[in-house]
């Protein structure tokens, strides 16, 4: 290693940034969920360029600390206080563990559709009918995830659920497969398209999204069933735990 040159490197000024920022976070200048001040008021309030401060503005959200709202600002997130690692080795929802914002309300809507190519292969079986579910997660007004699912009929009906009490189908959604399923797979993938059945709803970032395509299964060789997860790239923290 040539530590000559590595002495003679020079940290980024917008490294020098990043760190004051961080700093005033931790000691709660700006405590969880402030807006931080406009971005000329924070250049000349540090005595950079914008260009600079937007360099460290990006490295603190690539990091979970700030998340970007077009339009409003930047924000101070709770992921910054949450530091465990993200075990999508263990099995529960994802959408929790990988989507930095919190949620209001999940909106829950269903439908029955005829048996297709696309559905017999993700759920690996003919089905007499197929029920589709979509589940869209809001943060006041925005809505900041979305989640499409497939279950085919004979496992709605073996597991006596009531598609029309959305209380009872979306803690089934959200918590109780994951507790009757023995084991997952999961795909990750990225999106510039994310088509909702409701073409009014917008969500936000919808434009660049990582989607998590799970299966989950208990011991029988086809899924319970089979979820798309769309998470914004803003609003996405996704970290696996590495073990030799």
Do not use: W
Request: hydrophobic share 35%.
């Amino acid at each position: 290693m040539n530590t000559t040159k590595l002495d003679k490197l020079k940290k980024p000024l917008y490294i020098n940034v990043y760190d004051e920022l961080l700093l005033q976070i931790t000691k709660g200048i700006y405590p969880l969920n402030s807006q931080l001040p406009s971005e000329p008021d924070l250049a000349r309030e540090l005595g950079v360029s914008r260009a600079t401060l937007r360099q460290a503005l990006a490295l603190l959200q690539d990091d979970g600390i700030v998340r970007n709202i077009r339009g409003k600002g930047n924000f101070v997130i709770d992921s910054f206080y949450k530091q465990e690692g993200v075990q999508l080795e263990k099995l529960s929802n994802p959408m929790h563990k990988c989507h930095i914002s919190t949620f209001d309300r999940i909106d829950t809507h269903y439908r029955l559709d005829e048996d297709t190519e696309y559905t017999k292969q993700i759920l690996k079986r003919d089905s007499s009918t197929v029920v589709a579910v979509e589940r869209l997660y809001r943060n006041g007004n925005d809505l900041v995830a979305y989640a499409f699912t497939f279950m085919s009929m004979e496992t709605v009906e073996r597991l006596s659920l009531d598609l029309n009490n959305e209380k009872q189908l979306l803690d089934f959604l959200e918590n109780q497969v994951y507790k009757d399923a023995n084991h997952g797979e999961m795909e990750i993938k990225y999106t510039h398209t994310v088509n909702l059945a409701d073409q009014n709803e917008k969500l936000i970032g919808q434009n660049e999204c990582f989607i998590l395509l799970e299966s989950l299964y208990n011991h029988a060789e086809y899924p319970i069933l089979h979820n798309k997860f769309y998470i914004p790239q803003q609003f996405s923290k996704i970290k696996l735990n590495i073990y030799k």
